[in-house]
Every structure is written in structure tokens, then in C-alpha cells.
């Protein structure tokens, strides 16, 4: 999952280079936490969050084949 939500969050920033995934274990779900650069924020989350609910939405529908509970955090 983590590899997915990289890949997805590169391909749409302008500076690839400042995209970073944290995976932490929680209970019984896992969190990702996407870190982008501050210029590349907006095109992340997109206007009233649509980007941002469509990465969450393909990144839990990935993970619901692996029987996985995923949340992911943009920062």
C-alpha cells in the first residue's frame, strides 16, 4: 500500500522528490501518512478535497483485497 500511495502522490507533484510515505501499524488497521512539498499541497487535495478522497479511495479498495484496514493522513 505503501509503495501505491508513493507512486500516485509522485505522479501528480511537481517536486517528487519531497514525497515521503510513514507506514505505522495501529491496532488492527495500518496508517499511511503522506508527506508532499508546500507548493504541492493543493494539488494533492484538490479543490473541496475530490483528489484527496479519490487517493484515499483507491488506496482502501488496494487494501481491502489484502483483508487490510487502511487510513491514509495527508500532512
Do not use: C, W, Y
Request: glycine share 6%.
Amino acid at each position: 500500500m505503501k509503495e501505491l500511495l508513493e507512486f500516485i502522490a509522485k505522479s501528480m507533484v511537481s517536486e517528487p522528490d519531497a514525497v515521503s510515505v510513514e507506514e505505522k501499524a495501529q491496532d488492527n488497521a495500518v496508517v499511511l501518512t503522506l508527506h508532499v512539498g508546500e507548493n504541492d499541497m493543493g494539488k494533492v487535495i484538490g479543490k473541496q478535497g475530490r483528489i484527496a478522497k479519490a487517493i484515499r479511495t483507491v488506496v482502501k479498495a488496494a487494501a481491502s483485497h489484502e483483508n487490510k484496514k487502511v487510513t491514509v493522513d495527508i500532512v
